[in-house]
């Protein structure tokens, strides 16, 4: 699915942009915003692939917002006014939408994203183990290099993967989670479909809780109880 978030400062423009978007089945409506004050916040916590976003709104604008995103996502600008049109190219948008717009023109810029999405996840690096205990993820244009001593955990979130790491934000990557735990170490442990956790940070284990610290309780999921409890058995000291 494409995770895509809806904006437009007129309420009856953003139900209709939100009403395309579920009639198109890879597409994912995040969230619906009537800001780009909106938009950011939820571009902080969530991973998402593409803005349908409307120009001419108050405070910022859509081509002002889409330009201040250090990495922002796939574009489609929807606006009724045609001159923004070449602005919106110079910004690399997929398309532009000139309202009033139908269903069809909605799918027709909706292709383009897909196909813009399928080039991008054909590139996507796998992650690489480093011979020095670190690993190398691709994340939008850059190559990060994370420690291992470093993540504390990882999150499955739909076709992404969120990994928090030690004294940094956390680092959102297009991965699959069985890849991954494919290439992590002994010392990393899956017990929930949705978390891999790194064994040296549990601080506490409460009932169906592993607790890494006092804000972060992660839930042990029925299928991974088995082997997480082998573990703690294995560590036991005394009776």
Do not use: W
């Amino acid at each position: 699915m494409i995770r895509t978030i809806a904006i437009d400062d007129e309420p009856l423009a953003l139900q209709q942009l939100a009403a395309y978007i579920k009639k198109t089945p890879y597409l994912e409506l995040v969230a619906t915003c009537q800001s780009a004050a909106e938009a950011q916040a939820v571009l902080q916590g969530e991973p998402v692939d593409v803005l349908f976003t409307d120009i001419n709104m108050p405070d910022l604008n859509g081509m002002g917002f889409v330009r201040s995103l250090d990495n922002p996502p796939l574009v489609v600008f929807t606006t009724a006014y045609s001159e923004y049109a070449l602005d919106g190219y110079k910004v690399n948008a997929v398309d532009y939408l000139l309202k009033p717009f139908s269903l069809e023109d909605f799918q027709r810029a909706a292709e383009k994203v897909r196909a813009q999405c399928e080039l991008r996840n054909a590139a996507a690096a796998v992650s690489v183990i480093d011979q020095d205990d670190a690993l190398f993820f691709k994340t939008e244009h850059r190559v990060v290099r994370v420690e291992l001593s470093n993540i504390r955990y990882i999150e499955g979130m739909s076709e992404y993967l969120k990994i928090y790491i030690e004294g940094q934000k956390p680092l959102v990557v297009l991965l699959a989670m069985k890849k991954l735990e494919e290439r992590l170490p002994s010392h990393f442990m899956r017990i929930h479909r949705s978390y891999i956790i790194n064994l040296r940070k549990i601080q506490e284990v409460n009932k169906n809780r592993v607790i890494l610290d006092a804000d972060t309780y992660l839930p042990i999921g029925d299928l991974y109880r088995e082997a997480f409890n082998q573990y703690l058995n294995s560590k036991f000291l005394g009776k």
